[in-house]
């Protein structure tokens, strides 16, 4: 049985883990065209990719955020916020980036993966699957988080 006085401890995490936690860093990000623009944690960005001519992020909430951005400008803002990124190839040839804090599991690419993949990256709080495929080899993406450090 769990103590009254320990049950908000657990709720809200340790004081240490608190103090461990990334300072929210907050960047504007233009959504579709004639919308306003909305605020977004770039500490709680996972993935950053382009997909139908929009520019989406997907966080660690399970949300993804499109933008009518360019990649590159949105990328710029990310890092000048803190977010440290590791770009890596998708299947289609197109530049991919993930949240080096939130890569959890890197191994070769299974059969389940489009032809050319060559690792798969596990990475916490994608939406809409659990692993990234990539074109990379194990290797090189290893190299990847290394130069990101």
Same mark, same amino acid.
Do not use: C, K, W
């Given at each position: 049985m769990i103590?009254?006085r ?9 004081p240490?883990a608190?103090?461990?936690a990334?300072p ?9 065209e ?6 977004l944690n770039a500490?709680?960005v996972?993935?950053?990719a382009?997909l139908?001519?929009? $520019?989406i +992020?997907?966080?660690?909430?399970? %949300?993804?955020q *499109?933008?009518? /951005?360019?990649l590159? =400008?949105?990328?710029? !803002? ?17 530049? $991919?980036? +993930?949240?080096?804090?939130?890569? %959890?599991?890197v *191994?070769?690419s /299974?059969?389940?993966h =489009?032809?050319?993949? !060559?690792?798969?990256?596990v990475?916490?709080?994608l ?6 495929a990539v074109?990379? $080899?194990?290797?090189?993406?290893m ?7």
């Amino acid at each position: 049985m769990i103590s009254r006085r320990l049950l908000p401890l657990l709720l809200l995490g340790s004081p240490a883990a608190a103090q461990d936690a990334p300072p929210a860093s907050f960047v504007e990000l233009l959504p579709a065209e004639g919308r306003a623009p909305v605020r977004l944690n770039a500490m709680q960005v996972v993935r950053v990719a382009r997909l139908d001519g929009a $520019t989406i +992020l997907d966080t660690t909430a399970f %949300v993804q955020q *499109r933008s009518s /951005e360019g990649l590159d =400008a949105v990328i710029r !803002r990310l890092q000048a916020a803190g977010l440290r990124l590791v770009p890596l190839t998708d299947l289609n040839g197109a530049r $991919t980036y +993930l949240a080096l804090d939130r890569i %959890v599991l890197v *191994r070769p690419s /299974e059969e389940r993966h =489009a032809a050319g993949a !060559r690792a798969a990256i596990v990475v916490a709080g994608l939406r809409f699957a659990t692993d990234v495929a990539v074109r990379e $080899t194990v290797a090189d993406v290893m190299a990847a988080i290394g130069a990101a450090h």
